[in-house]
């Protein structure tokens, strides 16, 4: 609608079925999908991706490969030797019985649901949906699924739908690690506020109304060539009736705020804001309204904008949060003895928690659990990764969150902090150390380093600890010992944990089943 571009109201694709009352399919309605349909349309995308500069594309052509390889190694597994076919026909139904989806082809079809999202064109986000709807097919009370369908109807701009498909996912787990509750209120609150926004600009222009049934496209230009002939009363009433127009049509959230946008920067130069570049326009010289009231109007705009980034937050400050430094962090740990404990089935199904907790620091990453007799009881510093929220609710003196991003890594911070959960939180100085304070590159260690392996190198690289032992590291050859909602959480590749056992051993003073010693 906007000059960057303009789309209609979706249409209803042939292959969808209309609803019994002839109106238009939600788009919360799982469509019913078939596993053999949506491999053929990944092996279908597969062949369109060609090596590039787009890392997202390329990190998605290799999640279909690997989709793609290990169905084709499943289908040569010889059934004699086969303990359970995993992807099979039942033998009593017609070979054209569906495909079922067993648990060794379940991961690797969400990773490409999940790059598929990450690259964000209307391609990949119709191969998302896809494979979001073939496994709710199969498995409708797949977490994953629900959460992946609720993201990508978000990308769509399909809002309403999307909470929907949050609720959904928030139904079937007890620990929101992913932050989805705050996510559905700050979308809500967004809504709220958006339709607040509209139906003020409606009651400030009565005259809007007679343009809402038109053309939007049509009335959205009309009212455009006017404001550039100096006519803004005339352009007020049609664009916001575009406006109106587009939000009843159910224009995506996206393009909806784009039009927003474009209105008010109008409006402000209509008005002849500071720094608009122009004066007051039209015939009662206050050109785009009164500046209190304009202001209003921007107010509500950059609220629905940011509950929508972040949703609601009760105190803007995190409970008092400090920031700290590099220099305060090595401050804070010089001549202390430091435990790191891996998230391992080693450290879970073991009895060192007396032992742990008698070190001055203990330092538990991401979606750690707690066991006191096997883990130890006390969390001093929690290391994370910025993509979820796992135990940032529990009571730690530092939190140091790892992020390669930072737009990423800012926006996770606004919206997954609990206030009073911590006293100091890793400043910029502290996100990404391998490759910020080790001026590491990709050509040195191409693999991206684990939160562990982050906060093991910044330990070792600051050198002012008397004592500092890894307890349980054995990269998971023992399994992951994590809290329930992670478990079903990829373990990174073993190609990565190869290179940072190897960095690890190298520099071990001592090593043990269960403890090995840097210094």
């Not at 709807?133 to 769509?156: C, G, K």
């Not at 995190?318 to 790191?340: D, M, P, Y």
């Not at 979820?388 to 529990?394: P, S």
């Amino acid at each position: 609608m906007t000059k960057a571009r303009t789309r209609w109201p979706r249409q209803r694709d042939a292959e969808e079925p209309a609803p019994p009352d002839g109106g238009t399919p939600s788009l919360a309605a799982v469509r019913p999908t078939e596993l053999e349909t949506c491999l053929r349309a990944c092996a279908a995308h597969s062949g369109k991706l060609v090596a590039g500069l787009d890392r997202r594309r390329n990190a998605l052509a290799e999640a279909l490969r690997n989709l793609l390889a290990t169905h084709a190694a499943m289908e040569r597994t010889p059934a004699a030797t086969a303990p359970a076919p995993l992807l099979r026909r039942t033998a009593k139904e017609a070979p054209s019985a569906a495909m079922v989806l067993g648990d060794r082809l379940m991961d690797p079809l969400l990773a490409v649901g999940n790059k598929a999202l990450d690259c964000g064109y209307e391609d990949e986000l119709k191969l998302a949906a896809l494979v979001a709807d073939t496994v709710l097919t199969q498995r409708t009370r797949s977490r994953a699924a629900w959460r992946l369908r609720a993201r990508v109807l978000e990308a769509m701009g399909a809002e309403a739908d999307a909470v929907e498909a949050y609720e959904r996912y928030l139904a079937l787990t007890d620990d929101d690690g992913f932050g989805i509750a705050a996510r559905t209120a700050g979308l809500r609150a967004g809504a709220e506020r958006q339709g607040e926004l509209l139906r003020m600009l409606e009651r400030d222009c009565p005259e809007a109304a007679g343009f809402a049934g038109g053309p939007v496209t049509d009335t959205w230009a009309e009212g455009l060539a006017l404001h550039a002939r100096g006519d803004w009363n005339r352009a007020r009433s049609r664009l916001i009736g575009a406006l109106l127009a587009q939000d009843r049509s159910g224009a995506p959230v996206p393009e909806i705020q784009e039009a927003l946008a474009h209105y008010l920067g109008l409006a402000l130069e209509a008005g002849g804001a500071p720094g608009s570049g122009a004066t007051a326009r039209n015939g009662n010289g206050n050109g785009g309204g009164d500046a209190a009231h304009l202001t209003e109007l921007i107010a509500l705009y950059a609220g629905q904008r940011r509950s929508r980034m972040r949703g609601p937050v009760a105190d803007p400050t995190f409970g008092g949060v400090e920031w700290i430094t590099l220099g305060e962090f090595r401050n804070h740990i010089a001549g202390k003895s430091i435990c790191l404990i891996a998230n391992s089935q080693r450290v879970g199904t073991g009895s060192l928690g007396a032992e742990i907790d008698a070190y001055d620091l203990v330092v538990r990453f991401n979606s750690y659990r707690i066991d006191p007799a096997a883990t130890g009881s006390r969390t001093d510093i929690h290391a994370s990764i910025h993509k979820h929220g796992f135990n940032w609710d529990q009571q730690v003196h530092t939190r140091l969150v790892f992020g390669g991003l930072a737009g990423d890594w800012k926006h996770s911070l606004r919206a997954r902090l609990v206030p009073g959960a911590q006293r100091y939180l890793g400043d910029e100085s502290l996100r990404w150390p391998l490759r910020d304070i080790g001026k590491v590159t990709t050509d040195v260690w191409p693999s991206i380093p684990t939160s562990g392996f982050n906060m093991l190198w910044l330990l070792d690289h600051l050198d002012v600890s008397p004592r500092l032992d890894l307890i349980g590291f054995d990269f998971y050859e023992s399994g992951a010992y994590r809290l329930p909602a992670a478990m079903k959480m990829p373990i990174t590749s073993v190609h990565e944990y190869t290179s940072e056992k190897a960095w690890v051993m190298e520099r071990a003073r001592s090593v043990t089943d269960t403890r090995i010693s840097l210094r």
